[in-house]
């Protein structure tokens, strides 16, 4: 059996991978990273190693890898080859893959009427169904209808923390020991694949919700509150009791919402929420408080982590979620030279002002509450970096 996997990064090697081939699949991972595709295929194997005590090893073997940039056919011919397509690329590069995508699909209804399922795995809500209209936005209305016949998008929700990696070996990737992948069953086209690492289920949404409001908006509490306060580390910024603070909080107001929507209980989403908490302060994983902040425009998205449950929760209890529009107010002091979109970020303030900046970045009116409670958190937290910082220039 043949996967082909776009995007050979942390997710794709450390968690995708591992699935597939531990399902008896062979793996063809299709990345624009010229030194990692070029490694994947001298080295032909990888190494997991498992962040815990025990530090267990396990080798992926039967891979290959193409260069999309260099060798597009390649990509084609696998993919008229393949029994599943998987991705991991972020949810932005989604719309750059789609046309190589639909290219493929495109070659491989001429020679096969074989289904094939192609799966997002990404921290998106409906990762596939939009990567489904990027593909269909390059068919004419007869291919439309040939695709539905032999292809499905079945959206999913993938957990597991696997930070950047900074290994001698530039295959190997460290990963939590901890995985769970959910796949949307009633999408799925033909047999249902035989991978005993994906939970396959009637529907969907509870568990991409359950997991991009809980483990994502925790995961971004801690990086923005904790870049704001100086901790470059997760496990280490979570251990600072106002950061810890802010997502227990955060997290008290998206169980609220979640418990609400769906069909959980709020005691085993309280367990829910105390095992994801273990995992961030997990002292084996050494992950940077910018990765998990990476790409502040994304995650202030009107359905991602952050605004999506707080604007459920302003619709649902009439009440504007103090935690969250805390945290919302940290991104915007989210400042890393790095990120692209936190340098987008910071000039559309200085251009506009911070009210502006936000409420078009979000979509919404400069008065919608959240808003306004958002930037009175602002100036709160801006006048105590203010005073952080003439502090510590005393000590100095
Ligand atoms: N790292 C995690 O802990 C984690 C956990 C769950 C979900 N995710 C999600 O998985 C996705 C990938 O995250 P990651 O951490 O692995 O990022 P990453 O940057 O490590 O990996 C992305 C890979 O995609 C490749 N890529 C970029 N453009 C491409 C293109 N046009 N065609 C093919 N490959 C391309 C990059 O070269 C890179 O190797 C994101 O949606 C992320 O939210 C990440
Ligand atoms: O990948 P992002 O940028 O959407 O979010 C950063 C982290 O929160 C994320 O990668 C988590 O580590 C992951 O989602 C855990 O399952």
């Not at 001298?42 to 498992?50: G, L, R, T």
């Not at 936005?137 to 930070?163: C, G």
């Not at 009439?318 to 529009?325: A, D, M, R, T």
């Amino acid at each position: 059996m043949l996967a082909v996997h776009f995007g050979a990064g942390n997710i794709g090697r450390g968690f995708i991978g591992e699935i597939l081939h531990d399902a008896g699949y062979d793996i063809s991972f299709v990345d624009i990273n010229a030194e990692m595709v070029d490694l994947l295929n001298s080295k032909k194997k990888y190494k997991i190693v498992f962040a815990d005590q025990g530090k267990n090893e396990q080798f992926i073997t039967g891979i290959s890898a193409i260069n999309s940039k260099v060798e597009p056919d390649k990509v084609i011919e696998s993919i008229v080859r393949a029994d599943l397509v998987t991705t991991a690329v972020g949810p932005d590069i989604l719309v750059n893959i789609s046309d190589l995508l639909a290219k493929s699909l495109k070659r491989r209804s001429e020679i096969t009427d074989k289904p094939l399922n192609i799966i997002a795995c990404e921290n998106m809500i409906g990762g596939s169904t939009f990567l489904k209209e990027k593909v269909y936005e390059k068919l004419s209305d007869e291919e439309k209808t040939l695709f539905n016949r032999l292809y499905a998008f079945p959206d999913a929700a993938v957990d597991r923390i696997v930070p950047s990696q900074i290994n001698d070996d530039r295959l190997m990737v460290e990963v939590e020991p901890y995985y769970e992948w959910v796949v949307d069953q009633s999408a799925i086209k033909g047999e249902l694949p035989a991978i005993s690492g994906i939970k396959f289920v009637p529907e969907l949404a509870p568990y991409i919700v359950r997991k991009l409001f809980t483990v994502n908006t925790g995961h971004a509490a801690i990086a923005y509150f904790g870049y704001m306060k100086g901790f470059a580390r997760i496990d280490e910024a979570i251990k600072d009791k106002e950061v810890y603070h802010a997502v227990s909080g955060a997290l008290k107001e998206t169980g609220r919402v979640i418990v609400s929507k769906y069909d959980f209980d709020w005691d085993s989403h309280q367990d829910y929420i105390n095992k994801i908490l273990l995992r961030f302060k997990n002292p084996y994983i050494i992950d940077s408080v910018t990765r998990v902040g990476r790409s502040p425009l994304r995650k202030l998205g009107k359905n991602d982590r952050l605004l999506g449950p707080a604007l459920s929760y302003y619709q649902l209890f009439g009440k504007v979620p103090e935690n969250l529009s805390k945290i919302i107010a940290a991104v915007l002091l989210f400042d890393a030279e790095d990120d692209q979109e936190a340098r987008a970020l910071k000039h559309l303030i200085r251009n506009q002002g911070v009210e502006k900046a936000l409420s078009e970045t979000v979509e919404l009116e400069e008065q919608h509450p959240i808003i306004q409670k958002s930037i009175e958190y602002y100036k709160l937290h801006l006048k105590e970096k203010e005073i952080t910082i003439r502090d510590s220039s005393k000590r100095l």
